[in-house]
């Protein structure tokens, strides 16, 4: 992701390095006024990969036993900032081995030797709340063996990095950055002696934005799941340290926590990951559950949408559906047509999933991931749901969406029976003539899925804009193509005469997808995308597809577990996401 160029971007970053250099060679000390303990924590797969000497981060990999990770460089601001914040300093502690400690111990004084002054990269609000709080959080695993001289070194970076930080987190602008830079100066302030003074308008700061960022339901503006668990992190930190000081807590962070746990349980699948939707992933293993604990929060979440995402289970069947329209304006950088789309996940395995965010992996497939083709929902005549705006190279940014549905509607059905979701959207309906109508149906057991979809002319208008859209094809019927990403997992074969696919879980359960004979079946290629790796790893779709010639075209399908597949299935093991041999 290429930063912005407008001038106030440019002015902004050039203060940001005066401020910076003023800051890096400051005359100011501290200590900690009390030993800080770890509150963050990581993956020891990952960890063993960075002391292995494997750097892989966003999609970019580098090896070498014996470089720096500040070597890993690609060109890339989106990698840059990963490796400058230092949140992989939690996976070396999760291995927490002597090899670990020095390789840690080694980074961090090889970064005070080259960007301690206030040079180079890494100087920015966000990414500097991000690298203190992990600096603090990990002191004791980086000082452990060092002498007085290295200790001192450790303390007045941290001392300068939090007087950068005092003088721009203000300068950040209102994102998840914000939230960082906010968050990591009132743990410095509270931690390190002297910069007390830094947390009262921080705390402010974060209560504003508490009420300004987070939603009645809980949601967030870009209705991305990660980002708002990445948040409650925030939140939750903020919380322990004001805790831990005896200073109360603001009234409007306590309830921002309380409205984001609920809605984080309504996008949590039955294994514990996230939905992936608008840009976010399934998420570390196990920090969902951690964050969720964390809160104290008990409440689940209540019936009908949160953050837009409709949720129902079936014993340990969960589907979540995108059933709102996607962001608007700034908060759509990283939005995608996904409206309507779904996942579903049995037990432990997730089996019709979302392909994921590009992001990680260049341009090309940043724009592709964002396209409703990408996603377990309908398509019509090739044209996504919502728009991606032609790349604006006077903004060098991350491309907006625009053309979005103007109404989407969603009702859940309510009762002890078979829940039932009942939507549409009209995204077609300006260009087509027509509405997505999307009705799902998961059975009591979690054991069938049904659905139907259609595309409907429902006034006089929308069947004139029909025909005019026939007419531009000479007559020709418009094609629709309605797609089922299968996670990477899955096993996917078609049976019989077409007429149905089987998918076999690793768990051993047996799904089978059948649809009504309206559409034809096809088993395709696909992909699924996931930072943490190389490259996209391989998979399969199931694709329907056929042409609607009338105002009016319904496909019927239905996702069963097969007779012979047990209601109870014993699922041992599952295999590291991390391990480097699935990348």
Same mark, same amino acid.
């Given at each position: 992701?290429?930063?912005?160029?407008?001038?106030?971007?440019?002015?902004?970053?050039?203060?940001?390095?005066?401020?910076?250099?003023?800051?890096?060679?400051?005359?100011?000390?501290?200590?900690?006024?009390?030993?800080?303990?770890?509150?963050?924590?990581?993956?020891?797969?990952?960890?063993?990969?960075?002391?292995?000497?494997?750097?892989?981060?966003?999609?970019?990999?580098?090896?070498?036993?014996?470089?720096?990770?500040?070597?890993?460089?690609?060109?890339?601001?989106?990698?840059?900032?990963?490796?400058?914040?230092?949140?992989?300093?939690?996976?070396?502690?999760?291995?927490?081995?002597?090899?670990?400690?020095?390789?840690?111990?080694?980074?961090?004084?090889?970064?005070?030797?080259?960007?301690?002054?206030?040079?180079?990269?890494?100087?920015?609000?966000?990414?500097?709340?991000?690298?203190?709080?992990?600096?603090?959080?990990?002191?004791?695993?980086?000082?452990?063996?060092?002498?007085?001289?290295?200790?001192?070194?450790?303390?007045?970076?941290?001392?300068?990095?939090?007087?950068?930080?005092?003088?721009?987190?203000?300068?950040?602008?209102?994102?998840?950055?914000?939230?960082?830079?906010?968050?990591?100066?009132?743990?410095?302030?509270?931690?390190?002696?002297?910069?007390?003074?830094?947390?009262?308008?921080?705390?402010?700061?974060?209560?504003?934005?508490? @009420?300004?960022?987070?939603?009645?339901?809980?949601?967030?503006?870009?209705?991305?799941?990660?980002?708002?668990?990445?948040?409650?992190?925030?939140?939750?930190?903020?919380?322990?340290?004001?805790?831990?000081?005896?200073?109360?807590?603001?009234?409007?962070?306590?309830?921002?926590?309380?409205?984001?746990?609920?809605?984080?349980?309504?996008?949590?699948?039955?294994?514990?990951?996230?939905?992936?939707?608008?840009?976010?992933?399934?998420?570390?293993?196990?920090?969902?559950?951690?964050?969720?604990?964390?809160?104290?929060?008990?409440?689940?979440?209540?019936?009908?949408?949160?953050?837009?995402?409709?949720?129902?289970?079936?014993?340990?069947?969960?589907?979540?559906?995108?059933?709102?329209?996607?962001?608007?304006?700034?908060?759509?950088?990283?939005?995608?047509?996904?409206?309507?789309?779904?996942?579903?996940?049995?037990?432990?395995?997730?089996?019709?999933?979302?392909?994921?965010?590009?992001?990680?992996?260049?341009?090309?497939?940043?724009?592709?991931?964002?396209?409703?083709?990408?996603?377990?929902?309908?398509?019509?005549?090739?044209?996504?749901?919502?728009?991606?705006?032609?790349?604006?190279?006077?903004?060098?940014?991350?491309?907006?969406?625009?053309?979005?549905?103007?109404?989407?509607?969603?009702?859940?059905?309510?009762?002890?029976?078979?829940?039932?979701?009942?939507?549409?959207?009209?995204?077609?309906?300006?260009?087509?003539?027509?509405?997505?109508?999307?009705? *799902?149906?998961?059975?009591?057991?979690?054991?069938?899925?049904?659905?139907?979809?259609?595309?409907?002319?429902?006034?006089?208008?929308?069947?004139?804009?029909?025909?005019?859209?026939?007419?531009?094809?000479?007559?020709?019927?418009?094609?629709?193509?309605?797609?089922?990403?299968?996670?990477?997992?899955?096993?996917?074969?078609?049976?019989?005469?077409?007429?149905?696919?089987?998918?076999?879980?690793?768990?051993?359960?047996?799904?089978?997808?059948?649809?009504?004979?309206?559409?034809?079946?096809?088993?395709?290629?696909?992909?699924?995308?996931?930072?943490?790796?190389?490259?996209?790893?391989?998979? @399969?779709?199931?694709?329907?597809?056929?042409?609607?010639?009338?105002?009016?075209?319904?496909?019927?399908?239905?996702?069963?577990?097969?007779?012979?597949?047990?209601?109870?299935?014993?699922?041992?093991?599952?295999?590291?996401? *991390?391990?480097?041999?699935?990348?």
């Amino acid at each position: 992701m290429a930063q912005s160029n407008t001038w106030r971007a440019r002015r902004r970053r050039f203060i940001h390095r005066v401020h910076a250099r003023r800051a890096g060679r400051a005359d100011i000390t501290t200590r900690f006024v009390t030993q800080p303990e770890p509150r963050t924590i990581g993956q020891v797969a990952r960890g063993q990969q960075l002391i292995a000497g494997n750097f892989l981060f966003s999609g970019h990999m580098v090896e070498g036993p014996d470089r720096s990770i500040w070597d890993v460089t690609s060109g890339s601001l989106l990698i840059t900032n990963e490796i400058q914040g230092c949140a992989w300093l939690d996976d070396l502690v999760a291995v927490g081995t002597e090899d670990a400690r020095l390789r840690a111990q080694t980074w961090i004084f090889d970064w005070i030797d080259r960007f301690g002054d206030g040079n180079d990269a890494g100087w920015t609000p966000g990414v500097t709340g991000r690298r203190l709080i992990r600096w603090i959080n990990h002191a004791q695993f980086i000082l452990r063996g060092q002498d007085a001289a290295h200790e001192a070194r450790f303390l007045q970076s941290l001392a300068r990095q939090t007087l950068f930080l005092s003088q721009r987190w203000r300068a950040a602008p209102p994102s998840l950055h914000q939230l960082e830079a906010i968050a990591g100066m009132i743990y410095a302030g509270f931690t390190l002696h002297g910069m007390q003074d830094h947390v009262a308008p921080a705390v402010a700061a974060l209560a504003t934005a508490c @009420q300004t960022r987070i939603s009645a339901d809980g949601g967030i503006a870009t209705r991305n799941p990660e980002e708002l668990l990445e948040t409650l992190m925030l939140l939750n930190l903020t919380r322990q340290v004001l805790d831990a000081s005896g200073q109360g807590m603001p009234g409007p962070i306590l309830d921002a926590i309380e409205q984001i746990a609920p809605t984080l349980r309504a996008v949590r699948h039955a294994d514990g990951d996230l939905a992936r939707f608008h840009g976010g992933g399934r998420g570390v293993d196990g920090r969902l559950d951690e964050a969720l604990a964390a809160t104290g929060v008990k409440t689940l979440p209540t019936p009908g949408l949160h953050m837009g995402y409709a949720r129902v289970t079936g014993a340990r069947t969960s589907l979540v559906v995108d059933a709102a329209a996607p962001p608007s304006g700034l908060a759509s950088l990283h939005a995608h047509a996904s409206t309507l789309a779904f996942e579903l996940t049995s037990g432990r395995r997730p089996l019709v999933v979302s392909c994921g965010s590009g992001a990680r992996f260049g341009d090309d497939w940043r724009r592709a991931s964002r396209a409703t083709p990408s996603h377990s929902t309908m398509m019509l005549d090739g044209v996504s749901s919502s728009h991606l705006a032609p790349p604006d190279r006077s903004m060098t940014r991350d491309d907006l969406l625009t053309v979005l549905p103007g109404r989407v509607q969603c009702d859940i059905g309510d009762g002890d029976g078979p829940r039932k979701l009942e939507m549409a959207h009209n995204g077609y309906q300006p260009s087509h003539g027509l509405t997505h109508a999307r009705v *799902l149906t998961l059975s009591v057991d979690g054991r069938t899925l049904t659905g139907e979809d259609h595309l409907i002319a429902l006034t006089t208008d929308d069947k004139s804009v029909f025909d005019q859209a026939r007419a531009e094809t000479n007559g020709a019927a418009l094609p629709y193509s309605l797609r089922f990403h299968l996670h990477p997992d899955v096993a996917a074969t078609v049976v019989g005469d077409g007429s149905a696919v089987s998918l076999t879980l690793k768990s051993g359960e047996i799904w089978l997808l059948q649809h009504d004979g309206t559409a034809d079946l096809a088993l395709s290629p696909s992909v699924y995308l996931e930072n943490g790796r190389l490259k996209p790893r391989t998979t @399969q779709q199931v694709v329907l597809s056929g042409r609607a010639m009338s105002y009016a075209t319904r496909v019927r399908w239905s996702l069963a577990k097969t007779q012979d597949t047990p209601t109870v299935v014993r699922d041992l093991g599952q295999a590291d996401p *991390l391990d480097p041999s699935l990348t």
